[in-house]
């Protein structure tokens, strides 16, 4: 398993179309091109030998740290050595203009400096197209190289000689302190490769991300105490997820980066999620963001009105036009020998009953931002809502995408309730034309049927599913979403029995006991941040605090987290970085906030119990 570095030592740069992570030594061990979506073109963190990687780093032995300059994503790797220190800039452009009124630059930029003395460098270029299944021919050209496969091709224009030899190119040299030296890789259109040219794409790229991110004063900020300096990381690296065409969010640039060590639950999570609409929702808005959450719920509001509501997918591509069909890269061994490989995800075809509810909670959220209802979205609404009114006692997947076949799954039917809760309150708010004598029926014969099927009176919990003895991280969200309030008993026993029985010492929680997949997967970070949020509203605001304070001190040294943490090792799993933690990390703020200063927690209350 020599060659694979841990999850924690890669920072993520891109444009809002495409990603790419870049390790602490120096090498970027995965980047897809054109879109996030898009084949690989360096994959070495899922095949350390096959998958190809562009590295710029020190030829002896050297000692390195990585930053991010503050508040952008614009990402800094410092090599100290015997001899001095240089230090290698990445980032992918952007600006204030890149607005669609003016052609986007697409490239990635890496500026070499060195700081103090004289540093000898090495450059290796290995692209491998297509998930290295593509054959790869490098040649040179005058200023650089050309990498031709899979019909495509990219160039890297280079300060120093690289020498080409069949699939990669290299070269060695030596670097004092001076002006800095620029290795461009263009794709798709010709970008700027000038030393002045590359330094304003520089400034207005860390303009860009200064321009838009959080910006606070002081002790006003509500998430002034709260880790702050994790919020602003977790605000920009969503904001990375984002894809500039359609507003979507996918759940992680990579994928197949494995939830246990050497098994098989490695997905790919390079799609944009109906089921992490309210999260994302509530998060942006909360960091005033917005725009990108009205943006963002719009994708799935234009979507909803094309769409037949049973006809939905729970996932979608970036396009709304991907391919979804699974895959396995069998040429692939795997990060750290964790196979298969796969691209493409088959929970698209599930019926994931509780994405209605997220969808309908969402609109509802923005509600209280001022956003308007327009017509053709509450029709959109009243459809989900009878849909789900004629669904809701079926068995799907649930929250967790099971592949064991479908369940009566307790967060599924809340969620369902959810759904008919939320739009019966803004037909009430708004006037809405809907048959609401035939709603408040419906939502009252799921809650009586989730609370009969669903609890187990002998142990005083909530179960996974109807008829079930299984415990789930999701029946955390039973209070959030005002499915019942905080003061029942059953809810009070419900967190108790997830804390004994799926929660950790500090304050990790597991999604569930067991999913009849081989291994036990690591705790799940989001489940974590639920139960933050149950604690504070509870009143245990020191322990939620504890918890929550822990959860940031298991993100990577640049405040990136993974979508789970193994608690014995405390090592990232799973792909990275993930949206739903980084989300849970934002709100969790919040309500820690809300519950220490008294505030309410409007976005998921609800005025019915």
Excluded at 45 to 56: E, K, M, P, Q, Y
Excluded at 135 to 161: H, Y
Excluded at 263 to 276: A, K, L, T
Excluded at 354 to 376: N, P
Aim: proline share 4%; with cysteine.
């Amino acid at each position: 398993m020599s060659g694979y570095k841990p999850l924690a030592d890669y920072g993520l740069i891109g444009n809002l179309e495409t990603c790419a992570l870049v390790g602490r030594d120096g090498a970027i061990d995965w980047c897809c091109l054109p879109r996030l979506n898009s084949s690989s073109v360096f994959a070495a963190v899922l095949d350390a030998d096959r998958g190809g990687r562009f590295t710029i780093q020190p030829t002896g032995e050297f000692e390195s740290e990585q930053q991010y300059m503050e508040r952008t994503n614009v990402l800094q790797t410092t090599f100290h050595t015997d001899t001095g220190t240089a230090t290698v800039t990445d980032f992918m452009p952007l600006s204030a203009g890149n607005d669609g009124n003016q052609p986007k630059v697409r490239g990635l930029y890496r500026e070499v400096a060195c700081t103090d003395g004289s540093v000898d460098l090495e450059v290796a270029f290995e692209p491998r197209f297509d998930y290295a299944r593509s054959e790869t021919q490098v040649e040179s050209i005058d200023d650089g190289v050309v990498a031709t496969g899979e019909a495509r091709r990219i160039a890297l224009s280079s300060p120093v000689d690289l020498d080409a030899d069949g699939d990669s190119a290299s070269a060695s040299w030596s670097l004092d302190e001076h002006d800095p030296e620029w290795f461009v890789l263009e794709y798709g259109t010709r970008a700027p490769r000038e030393p002045e040219a590359c330094e304003r794409l520089l400034d207005d790229t860390v303009e860009f991300w200064r321009g838009w991110t959080h910006a606070c004063d002081g002790e006003d900020c509500p998430f002034a105490g709260y880790n702050h300096d994790a919020v602003v990381r977790s605000e920009l690296a969503l904001k990375l997820l984002t894809y500039q065409g359609t507003s979507g969010i996918t759940a992680a640039p990579t994928t197949s980066l494995p939830e246990v060590l050497g098994g098989v639950r490695n997905w790919d999570y390079r799609y944009n999620w109906i089921r992490d609409g309210a999260f994302t929702v509530r998060a942006f808005a909360n960091l005033s963001d917005i725009q990108e959450a009205v943006d963002y719920l719009d994708d799935f509001l234009r979507l909803s009105r094309e769409v037949d509501p049973s006809e939905m997918q729970p996932l979608y591509g970036l396009q709304h036009d991907s391919t979804y069909e699974e895959t396995e890269l069998d040429h692939l061994e795997g990060y750290r020998e964790s196979s298969p490989v796969r691209i493409g995800n088959g929970a698209a075809d599930q019926l994931q009953l509780g994405m209605y509810g997220e969808l309908v909670l969402a609109i509802h959220q923005l509600s209280w931002s001022d956003r308007e209802i327009a017509g053709d979205d509450w029709t959109a609404i009243r459809e989900i809502v009878e849909f789900v009114r004629e669904a809701w006692e079926r068995p799907d997947a649930g929250i967790w995408e099971m592949r064991s076949g479908p369940k009566q799954f307790v967060h599924s039917k809340a969620m369902c309730w959810v759904a008919i809760d939320r739009a019966i309150e803004m037909a009430e708010e708004h006037g809405f034309d809907a048959p609401l004598d035939d709603w408040r029926a419906d939502r009252e014969t799921i809650k009586e049927t989730v609370i009969e099927r669903g609890f187990d009176e002998e142990r005083n919990t909530f179960t996974q599913a109807f008829d079930d003895d299984q415990l789930d991280g999701s029946l955390l969200l039973l209070p959030l979403s005002g499915f019942l309030d905080f003061d029942d008993p059953r809810i009070q026993g419900t967190i108790e029995a997830i804390r004994e029985e799926l929660t950790t010492d500090d304050g990790l929680v597991y999604r569930y006991e067991d999913d009849d997949l081989p291994g036990q997967e690591g705790t799940f970070v989001l489940c974590s941040f639920w139960l933050v949020n149950c604690l504070a509203l509870l009143g245990e605001v020191d322990r939620a605090r504890e918890i929550y304070d822990t959860l940031c001190g298991y993100t990577s040294p640049l405040g990136l987290v993974s979508e789970e943490i193994d608690p014995d090792s405390g090592e990232l799993l799973g792909n990275y970085p993930q949206a739903f933690s980084h989300i849970g990390l934002v709100n969790s703020a919040l309500y820690l906030h809300e519950a220490e200063t008294g505030g309410a927690v409007e976005p998921f209350q609800t005025q019915s119990t």
